[in-house]
């Protein structure tokens, strides 16, 4: 190869390793955000598309409700255009962290995990308690008796790791509400533990007049407004105080909640009390001179529930150095997730590699046996369209279907849900089978064709070697496949990672991790399916 | 609603789905162009007489080979920057070109292998090792285009997404079926066209000889 190529190669290289390593340092400059939006013009607020009325998408389209009526107040108030972005409970705070948006009001509860992760502001503009929306005929009275029962949860929130700890339940975790909902009418869960101003919303649409809001309100939690971490005490954090601490004066939040017909709530009469209650001839509670609001006028927030954790000393070094931050893992509750998550994904692997060999054998049999007169028509064009559909059809939207469509109506009609784990192997048979009958078929009929007279076990045994290499590498496809089943509530690694970041973890660590994992069980995986077509072919 | 209403529905929002799915073939297509550039200056890399280009092409191709791309979806979500400055103004990347960043690593490691076939083909005097590689690059399209359909997971505007707002007008599990399986058409309907196109050039091929 010429010097010039060489070099081209060189560069090429570096290029791909440094965007895929040192990417995350761009992203932030040091400026106060409040000039960057006045110099863009346009204030960015995440708000939530899912969660009427608070935030919702209308008929337009459009992003409407409480908090984007909140978000205008602010844009007028900077004097500035307004854009509202869709954000969910996943990934609100990272929106912020990214930068993608400059202020989330997306009914965030203040904790003191994610004040670690973003500036949460005071005062709050609300709060609620998480309560259990179950069917009428729902018989238990406390959250002691739900221990090791399934309860459905929406990835990102708060208090998902305070339920399944405290209470032991058995979590099913979904990654939005519209999830979690048909989950629950699919009866995969006793009850789905959420937000109670949210399920009091849920129970008011038609279709739910045989649920209830069950078990006391636990968890009790103001909501606060964020900016990015180190922007509360700078002007744009600043403002924002002092815009909620005017609506809790002349009543702009009471007024809204009444125009979003939400229930009269004590909270937000408390607070119009308490920011409107004068001490000679002043607000009682206002800015300090160190420009703070004193302790008594703002709510207290939940303390972490766990003590700090200590890192090992190599652990603490491998941070300094390379930035690496493992902390997540030695907490024993997320080591224990973690590892529940890996041996699900190994689960998951084994069942499909095993699942698509059957699938494959047997679609390709059928393909074989049924060649001529009415069982062509009846047997092998059907499964010829079922190869074509489970191999040209994206595997995510074969989930989807199958788990909450298929299997959704068969819930509606005969009461029967079908567990993700079910679901995933399923398709991911069927997903890489249809490619292995493509492989085997072929193989089938030329020996068939050179050997007519040999039994068809000895010829699909042949058939099965001579194509055991691009079975090895359809198989390997599936184990990389196989944590698309995070998005049906399987809890596999992907997800049990996903869980962690949202409950603070660093997101570069731990999707570093998770890339090296996969790729040391990718090989190991390669390496014993190499292994097996020795075996088989000796 | 009624069936009718689903259909009608549907139909109307159709623009606004193929919109989508317009995303998924650019995003397809473009990671398609990148990653095979890259994987081929890799694959030389890879043939190359001095020892140490020959080992990285190697590393490169092994770790675009077996990490998934769904895992790097998310890695591209989490790590990658949101805003570059463009000269004085910053400019947002939109979802959707992350995603092409997820799907060019596999087109890397798939780009660096077919070309190192293709190069010892051509060594040992095969001449149709060209033919070779097309058919096997358009047959993989249809598998990056495929994956594309994941990029929805990180918020990216494409079908699936799409799909995922038109449904949830009503919610219903057969709407939800009657949506996706529509979709599911479009993929499908791509899928053979991309499969008869790859037979008609095996048959020319074999008729070129």
Redesign the interface.
């Known amino acids: 190869?010429s010097r010039p190529?060489?070099r081209?190669?060189?560069m090429?290289?570096a290029l791909?390793v440094s965007?895929l390593w040192g990417?995350?340092a761009?992203?932030q400059s040091g400026d106060g955000r409040l000039e960057?939006i006045k110099e863009?013009g346009t204030l960015i607020v995440g708000v939530k598309g899912?969660y009427p009325p608070w935030g919702m998408?209308n008929d337009q389209?459009e992003l409407v409700g409480l908090e984007p009526d909140l978000a205008a107040l602010l844009a007028e108030r900077i004097g500035v255009d307004l854009e509202l972005r869709a954000v969910t409970s996943a990934?609100r705070l990272?929106r912020l962290d990214?930068?993608?948006v400059d202020v989330v009001i997306a009914t965030l509860g203040d904790t003191a995990e994610r004040r670690e992760k973003a500036d949460l502001l005071q005062p709050s503009y609300y709060s609620s308690g998480v309560r259990l929306l179950t069917r009428g005929d729902f018989p238990y009275t406390e959250w002691g008796a739900m221990r090791g029962r399934p309860v459905c949860l929406t990835e990102g929130a708060y208090f998902n790791r305070r339920i399944a700890e405290r209470y032991l339940v058995n979590p099913v975790i979904f990654?939005g509400t519209?999830d979690t909902?048909?989950a629950l009418q699919?009866r995969r869960c006793l009850g789905w533990a959420y937000d109670d101003t949210v399920l009091a919303q849920v129970l008011a649409e038609e279709g739910w007049q045989n649920y209830q809001l069950s078990l006391t309100p636990i968890l009790e939690t103001p909501w606060a407004i964020a900016v990015a971490k180190g922007e509360g005490d700078r002007p744009l954090g600043r403002l924002i105080g002092n815009a909620t601490v005017q609506w809790h004066r002349d009543g702009t939040l009471v007024d809204l909640q009444s125009r979003w017909q939400l229930p009269e709530s004590a909270f937000l009469q408390k607070q119009h009390e308490r920011w409107t209650s004068m001490e000679n001839g002043e607000y009682r509670c206002r800015r300090t001179d160190s420009g703070d609001f004193p302790e008594a006028c703002l709510e207290t927030t939940l303390s972490a529930d766990r003590s700090k954790i200590e890192l090992p000393g190599w652990a603490r070094q491998l941070r300094m150095f390379t930035g690496l931050d493992l902390t997540p893992l030695f907490d024993p509750f997320n080591a224990q997730r973690l590892v529940q998550g890996i041996l699900m994904t190994l689960a998951i692997s084994v069942a499909s590699i095993i699942g698509s060999l059957v699938a494959g054998v047997g679609l390709a049999v059928v393909d074989h046996r049924f060649q001529k007169g009415v069982l062509a028509w009846l047997v092998r064009a059907p499964t010829r369209g079922l190869v074509?559909?489970a191999?040209?059809?994206?595997?995510?939207?074969?989930l989807?279907?199958v788990f909450?469509?298929?299997?959704?109506?068969l819930?509606?009609w005969l009461g029967i849900s079908l567990s993700s784990f079910l679901v995933a192997t399923v398709v991911f048979s069927f997903y890489a089978g249809a490619s292995n009958a493509a492989v085997i078929g072929p193989a089938l009929a030329r020996l068939s064709r050179q050997h007519p007279d040999t039994p068809l076990r000895d010829l699909l045994a042949k058939a099965v070697e001579q194509s055991f290499e691009a079975l090895v590498s359809i198989m390997v496809n599936i184990v990389?496949?196989a944590?698309?089943a995070s998005?049906i509530a399987l809890p596999e690694v992907?997800s049990s990672?996903?869980t962690l970041?949202s409950e603070g973890g660093d997101?570069?660590s731990l999707?570093?991790l998770?890339?090296v994992f996969?790729?040391t069980f990718?090989?190991v995986v390669?390496a014993l399916l190499n292994l097996l077509k020795k075996v088989v072919v000796s | 609603m009624s069936m009718g209403e689903m259909l009608v529905h549907l139909w109307e929002r159709t623009p606004f789905l193929l919109g989508g799915y317009g995303y998924n073939l650019l995003i397809a297509a473009l990671a398609m162009a990148a990653g095979t550039a890259i994987g081929l200056v890799v694959a030389v890399a890879r043939h190359a007489r001095a020892a140490p280009l020959r080992l990285a092409g190697e590393v490169v191709t092994s770790l675009c080979r077996n990490i998934p791309s769904f895992v790097l979806m998310f890695y591209v979500a989490f790590v990658f920057p949101v805003e570059v400055e463009w000269g004085d103004t910053l400019v947002q990347v939109p979802l959707w070109i992350k995603a092409t960043f997820a799907l060019i690593i596999p087109v890397i490691g798939f780009a660096s292998d077919q070309g190192g076939a293709y190069l010892r083909q051509k060594r040992s005097g095969l001449t149709d090792a060209g033919a070779v590689f097309v058919t096997a690059w358009i047959q993989y399209y249809l598998i990056v285009l495929m994956a594309s359909a994941t990029a929805s997971v990180i918020g990216a505007d494409e079908v699936v997404g799409r799909a995922n707002r038109v449904i949830a007008v009503d919610n219903s599990p057969g709407f939800l079926l009657l949506t996706y399986s529509y979709v599911c058409l479009w993929f499908l309907v791509s899928g053979l066209g991309i499969s008869a196109l790859v037979r008609s050039l095996h048959s020319a091929r074999i008729a070129d000889r």
């Open positions: 190869m190529a060489a081209l190669c060189v090429w290289l791909l965007a990417s995350g761009l992203a960057r863009r899912d998408v389209g990934n990272q990214q930068g993608l990654p519209r909902r048909l699919e074509a559909v191999r040209m059809t994206p595997p995510i939207l074969q989807y279907i909450f469509g298929l299997s959704g109506l819930a509606a990389k496949a944590g698309m998005t992907i990672v996903n970041i997101a570069t999707m570093t998770l890339l996969y790729f990718v090989m390669m």
